[in-house]
């Protein structure tokens, strides 16, 4: 096989392959004989085929299928001759096929392109301080008392309004008719959450408990149920209950009774302790975040469009998974396919020149990374996954995923060596500045 390869840009090359004529015809032969073994041709027994019929029943067929068999096992050979890495799927364009000559193809690839790391020591960085005040911990053990609240019957004279929760049974048409999803029983509304309808929890202010009222509104533009985007809707409604919400009081028997605490003092640390190391984390992820956007600024790089492309889907399919752990859609948060693009892709972009400099300052530095790192982080996926190490590392194994595990490590050992080297400048974090501008 010969093979020689021309530079198209800092991450395009084109391969050019030629496969000599005895390992052409060699595989011609073999994919004829496969052929014969398994046609079935009227007139003729299995096995019995003549070449000469096979070639003009199959002729086409059997030549994508030996270019394809070349290529596949001469590409990979001719990659590695030239010591690239590709990061996307070749596009090849191969000669036609014919006995008794060379296969000539070539193929365009995107590599990872060749990077100087010029600046990485010594980067100035702003780290949040992470303290936490007293009004942090208020708010958790505020929102832990409305997470214990109950919804409470109110007396029979009172009138609906603002912070009630309504129990309605409710009833809407479209031009006369039905629609589904427009009608419910027992359905409760806080009223002005704007949990509901546009304009409904407003007409239901001042109902008493039995109460029925005719109401209309217009469905939003951007409803999500598109087919009720803009249109007019009546709603029969009746007022069933009228409760309001009875948050217990934050003391000693509050603690013993969330989480068996002897007083709201220890829960009170238990809580920062908590908040404490949420902010740690916080303060970290946007430290090293920082670190990744400073190198990226400070270290020209090309980034290949196809990591770009995956980096990308990546960081739209991650978000999209955690909402849905939580019954929430992208699309229903507003994230359209535009803002996408116009918001993510260059954060994807920095992203993947960060990676391609911290792989080039790990392998400029010697870093490596044991079979040790590699089962702890095993041993964290399988935990946060709930699945077993053995489980974890034989599906990464089957995929081809360790070296991408052991990449991804050396870069946070990378990435831990640039935040040693860098100068940390300590920035009060807003909710405590806010706190003490309320004091003055």
Do not use: C
């Not at 208020?138 to 004279?157: N, P």
């Not at 849905?324 to 020149?353: C, I, N, Y």
Request: glycine share 8%; hydrophobic share 35%.
């Amino acid at each position: 096989m010969k093979s020689s390869f021309e530079s198209l840009g800092p991450w395009e090359r084109k391969l050019s392959v030629e496969v000599p004529p005895q390992e052409v015809g060699e595989t011609i032969d073999r994919a004829y004989r496969a052929m014969a073994s398994r046609a079935k041709v009227k007139g003729f027994r299995p096995g019995k085929v003549p070449r000469a019929v096979l070639e003009r029943l199959y002729g086409d067929r059997i030549r994508n299928e030996v270019v394809q068999t070349l290529v596949e096992r001469t590409y990979g050979e001719a990659v590695r001759e030239h010591g690239m890495e590709p990061v996307s799927e070749p596009v090849v364009e191969p000669e036609r096929l014919e006995a008794g000559k060379p296969l000539r193809y070539t193929a365009r690839v995107e590599v990872k392109p060749r990077v100087t790391v010029a600046t990485w020591r010594g980067l100035s960085l702003v780290k949040p301080d992470a303290t936490i005040g007293e009004q942090g911990v208020d708010e958790r053990i505020h929102r832990l008392a409305e997470m214990q609240a109950q919804l409470v019957a109110e007396e029979e004279s009172t009138r609906l309004a603002r912070g009630h929760f309504a129990v309605i049974d409710y009833a809407g048409t479209i031009d006369g008719s039905a629609f589904p999803g427009g009608s419910g029983t027992g359905v409760t509304i806080e009223v002005g959450s704007g949990s509901f309808l546009p304009g409904v929890e407003e007409q239901l202010e001042g109902m008493a408990k039995g109460e029925v009222r005719e109401m209309e509104t217009t469905f939003p533009e951007d409803e999500r149920r598109g087919e009720l985007a803009g249109k007019r809707a009546r709603f029969h409604v009746t007022l069933q209950e009228i409760k309001r919400k009875v948050i217990p009081a934050i003391d000693d028997e509050f603690a013993k009774d969330v989480g068996g605490f002897d007083s709201l003092d220890a829960l009170r640390l238990k809580t920062r302790e908590e908040l404490q190391a949420e902010a740690d984390r916080e303060a970290q992820a946007a430290v090293r975040d920082q670190a990744r956007s400073a190198l990226a600024a400070s270290n020209p790089v090309d980034a290949p469009p196809a990591l770009v492309e995956r980096e990308f889907r990546s960081m739209v399919e991650g978000m999209r998974r955690r909402l849905a752990s939580q019954g929430v859609s992208m699309e229903h948060l507003g994230f359209s396919p535009e803002a996408l693009e116009k918001d993510w892709r260059p954060r994807a972009e920095t992203s993947v020149k960060a990676s391609l400099i911290l792989e080039e300052i790990a392998r400029g530095e010697g870093i490596v990374v044991g079979r040790e790192a590699i089962d702890d982080r095993i041993r964290d996926i399988a935990r946060d996954t709930r699945q077993t190490p053995r489980a974890v590392r034989q599906a990464y194994e089957e995929r081809g995923l360790i070296p991408v595990l052991e990449s991804r490590l050396k870069e946070e050992k990378a990435l831990d060596l640039v935040l040693e080297t860098a100068t940390m400048q300590e920035v009060e974090r807003a909710q405590d500045a806010a706190v003490k501008a309320k004091k003055k």
